[in-house]
């Protein structure tokens, strides 16, 4: 069925049969290019709010921990404070976050002055062991999600250093390319040197098991559920209040019935202007935003991916376009998609295994921010008791 818009220009080209156009094209581009009012959501910004002191910890720590020996000394982790997008200096942020770091004097070098070194903790490093069992246990979890960015690219194949950038958001080791991926040699082919901006990682033998989106194996599992067939589509829910225009509303009904292309599915034969193409796109941004750890991606995190899923260059406008599927966040001044299905107020619900690990960093957090809660009331209640004993010995 046609929209009023689609209707209108259909009618121009008919009564003008002498203009060789192509109507489809143009009702494509004037339809996908039309805007959709960005309204703040409070409770996916407050989302992203939350893991802000376990983000910024997390840095430090890593940044420790890529040292040689795992230890640093103060001063030269306090030069590093931009790089870490610490807005604390780095004592301030050790007294807030006792339980990572033991301080110990060292020199150097053997004749100059000893400084403050920082190293891990026993606490920590139990953490980093808690780390690697996670990993191991979820293995072929990463596997599959590491074939997945592959099986979705447009000629198979990733480059290495640009996996390496997006590692924390979709749950990978530090070491997932030297590690697991040499130990998978029928799925993956990894070609130079990662790190040196030309190695490759290739995808060896296509899964069939892994090329089912999160929205075809929910279709599958509630016709095996009701015993009749579903078909895929998005779960599209308007945030409350928000009103989408006329005109913009016979585009969303007329593309949602349009059937479903998966990530998977080879689309080299569509136009990238076509309504099929933006479906398409939906469907991979949906697919990879299911893929990352917390549902969400920085959007020019997924900008450096252009050139292997075939993103447009205004390919931003999709989460906009499409504000019942996706959200794009602000907050921190960073543009951030997010899946809003994945979310119930400011809670992830779909919960990736991979969480696990920041769990028990919590905990390892957590019991530090109650040992410092613990000192602090200490130590007033000495202060008090003080002031007792010489406000007595003053009345005397």
Same mark, same amino acid.
């Given at each position: 069925?046609?929209?009023?818009?689609?209707?209108?220009?259909?009618?121009?080209?008919?009564?003008?049969?002498?203009?060789?156009?192509?109507?489809?094209?143009?009702?494509?581009?004037?339809?996908?290019?039309?805007?959709?009012?960005?309204?703040?959501?409070?409770?996916?910004?407050?989302?992203?709010?939350?893991?802000?002191?376990?983000?910024?910890?997390?840095?430090?720590?890593?940044?420790?921990?890529?040292?040689?020996?795992?230890? $640093?000394?103060?001063?030269? #982790?306090?030069?590093?404070?931009?790089?870490?997008? #610490?807005?604390?200096?780095?004592?301030?942020?050790?007294?807030?976050?006792?339980?990572?770091?033991?301080?110990?004097?060292?020199?150097?070098?053997?004749?100059?002055?000893?400084?403050?070194?920082?190293?891990?903790?026993?606490?920590?490093?139990?953490?980093?062991?808690?780390?690697?069992? $996670?990993?191991?246990?979820?293995?072929?979890?990463?596997?599959?999600?590491?074939?997945?960015?592959?099986?979705?690219?447009?000629?198979?194949?990733?480059?290495?250093?640009? #996996?390496?950038?997006?590692?924390?958001?979709?749950?990978?080791?530090?070491?997932?390319?030297?590690?697991?991926?040499?130990?998978?040699?029928?799925?993956?082919?990894?070609?130079?040197?990662?790190?040196?901006?030309?190695?490759?990682?290739?995808?060896?033998?296509?899964?069939?098991?892994?090329?089912?989106?999160?929205?075809?194996?929910?279709?599958?599992?509630?016709?095996?559920?009701?015993?009749?067939?579903?078909?895929?589509?998005?779960?599209?829910?308007?945030?409350?209040?928000?009103?989408?225009?006329?005109?913009?509303?016979?585009?969303?009904?007329?593309?949602?019935?349009?059937?479903?292309?998966?990530?998977?599915?080879?689309?080299?034969?569509?136009?990238?202007?076509?309504?099929?193409?933006?479906?398409?796109?939906?469907?991979?941004?949906?697919?990879?935003?299911? #893929?990352?750890?917390?549902?969400?991606?920085?959007?020019?995190?997924?900008?450096?991916?252009?050139?292997?899923?075939?993103?447009?260059?205004?390919?931003?406008?999709?989460?906009?376009?499409?504000?019942?599927?996706?959200?794009?966040?602000?907050?921190?001044?960073?543009?951030?998609?997010?899946?809003?299905?994945?979310?119930?107020?400011?809670?992830?619900?779909?919960?990736?295994?991979?969480?696990?690990?920041?769990?028990?960093?919590?905990?390892?957090?957590?019991?530090?921010?109650?040992?410092?809660?613990?000192?602090?009331?200490?130590?007033?209640?000495? $202060?008090?008791?003080?002031?007792?004993?010489?406000?007595?010995?003053?009345?005397?």
């Amino acid at each position: 069925m046609l929209s009023k818009t689609q209707k209108t220009i259909s009618s121009y080209f008919h009564n003008n049969p002498n203009l060789n156009v192509d109507l489809n094209r143009i009702v494509t581009r004037t339809i996908s290019s039309l805007k959709v009012e960005w309204r703040k959501d409070q409770n996916l910004d407050k989302a992203i709010q939350n893991d802000k002191r376990y983000k910024q910890c997390a840095r430090v720590v890593k940044e420790v921990l890529n040292e040689p020996g795992q230890v $640093i000394p103060l001063r030269y #982790l306090e030069k590093r404070r931009e790089r870490m997008r #610490l807005k604390v200096r780095v004592e301030t942020f050790l007294k807030q976050n006792p339980g990572l770091f033991d301080e110990y004097y060292d020199r150097i070098k053997p004749k100059t002055e000893p400084l403050r070194f920082l190293r891990v903790t026993d606490r920590l490093q139990n953490f980093l062991e808690e780390e690697k069992r $996670i990993f191991k246990e979820n293995e072929n979890f990463i596997v599959s999600k590491l074939c997945k960015l592959l099986m979705m690219s447009k000629d198979k194949v990733v480059s290495a250093d640009k #996996l390496l950038h997006v590692k924390r958001e979709f749950g990978f080791p530090n070491d997932f390319l030297v590690d697991i991926v040499p130990r998978y040699p029928q799925y993956f082919r990894l070609t130079g040197s990662p790190g040196e901006g030309k190695s490759f990682l290739e995808l060896v033998s296509w899964e069939p098991e892994f090329a089912k989106s999160v929205i075809e194996r929910r279709a599958e599992e509630e016709s095996r559920s009701i015993g009749i067939r579903v078909r895929p589509g998005f779960n599209v829910k308007l945030p409350p209040g928000f009103v989408l225009k006329k005109e913009m509303r016979e585009w969303v009904r007329d593309w949602v019935d349009l059937d479903y292309i998966s990530p998977y599915e080879d689309v080299s034969h569509l136009d990238q202007a076509s309504r099929e193409m933006e479906k398409r796109s939906v469907g991979l941004f949906h697919e990879l935003l299911s #893929l990352s750890l917390y549902k969400r991606v920085p959007v020019p995190t997924l900008g450096k991916f252009c050139d292997e899923y075939r993103f447009s260059n205004a390919f931003s406008s999709v989460f906009t376009r499409h504000s019942g599927i996706f959200y794009m966040s602000l907050k921190g001044g960073i543009k951030t998609a997010m899946l809003r299905e994945a979310y119930r107020g400011d809670k992830l619900i779909d919960l990736d295994p991979l969480l696990e690990i920041k769990d028990k960093f919590n905990e390892l957090l957590e019991e530090g921010w109650r040992q410092r809660k613990e000192q602090i009331r200490l130590y007033q209640e000495k $202060i008090r008791k003080g002031m007792v004993v010489l406000a007595s010995k003053v009345s005397e």
